[in-house]
């Protein structure tokens, strides 16, 4: 049984460019939720999406933005890349959208903005 | 402010020898507590949870933590620290009723031999 896994491992973009970020959750699992970790920090919150809907987002700009499809895995996009944006982006799929479920993460995205 | 503080950036300590970690939240009500390890190259993975009922929770590996009310702490604990256990721990809080869940920055583990 595969557990969540992200694409690419790692990335490398210019400040102003776009980048998107992919996930598919653990089977049997239909709610994915993303964070950005920045070196030395925990990670932080984005949005979780359930039933291809954002249904709750963490304080991030609209450049954040994201997609669920029907086969429940999904997609970060982030515009207008910044220097600060460089960080590893960690996604976790749970089943259902309460938070007492148990998250299972991916192993992340590692993005450098240069 | 809803917050997660993890004074301690990192420990040090000798194989076999007891463990703990500190964590502190600043929350309105009591939320749901949970601790993550994070090895290099790895995902979080999660250790235990606390939800309500006893105060004193099981998890996987060995671990387990205490949440006191009084003190807004829910530290880790483990009797006897295996090299294995290296890692990046963190903990975790999340409100009842939301999943904007909040992280501490993490206490860095070194288990000497």
């Known amino acids: 049984d595969a557990g969540v896994t992200q694409s690419p491992t790692h990335l490398i973009k210019t400040r102003g460019q776009q980048v998107t970020l992919r996930c598919s959750p653990k089977?049997?699992?239909?709610?994915v939720s993303w964070y950005q970790q920045a070196l030395g920090q925990g990670p932080q919150f984005i949005f979780q999406?359930?039933?291809?809907?954002?249904?709750q987002r963490g304080n991030f700009p609209d450049r954040f933005s994201g997609h669920q499809f029907p086969n429940y895995s999904s997609e970060l996009n982030v515009n207008a890349l910044l220097l600060g944006d460089s960080a590893l982006y960690l996604c976790?799929?749970?089943?259902?959208?309460?938070?007492?479920?148990?998250?299972?993460f991916g192993p992340g995205t590692r993005l450098l903005v240069l | 402010a809803q917050s997660v503080t993890q004074p301690d950036i990192h420990i040090t300590v000798s194989e076999g020898a007891s463990l703990e970690l500190r964590c502190n939240y600043s929350?309105?009500?009591?939320?749901?507590l949970f601790w993550y390890v994070q090895s290099p190259g790895q995902g979080l993975q999660l250790l235990l949870k606390?939800?309500?009922?006893?105060?004193l929770v099981q998890g996987i590996k060995g671990f387990e933590a205490e949440f006191k009310r009084s003190q807004s702490s829910f530290n880790l604990r483990k009797p006897s620290v295996h090299w294995s256990d290296a890692a990046e721990y963190f903990c975790?809080?999340?409100?009842?009723?939301?999943?904007?869940?909040?992280f501490g920055a993490g206490t860095r583990l070194t288990v000497k031999p």
């Open positions: 976790a799929s749970s089943y259902g959208t309460s938070n007492t479920e148990t998250q299972y």
């Open positions: 929350y309105g009500a009591t939320p749901y």
């Open positions: 089977s049997g699992h239909d709610t």
């Open positions: 606390y939800f309500s009922g006893d105060t």
């Open positions: 975790a809080v999340v409100g009842r009723g939301n999943n904007d869940m909040r």
């Open positions: 999406y359930y039933e291809e809907e954002e249904r």
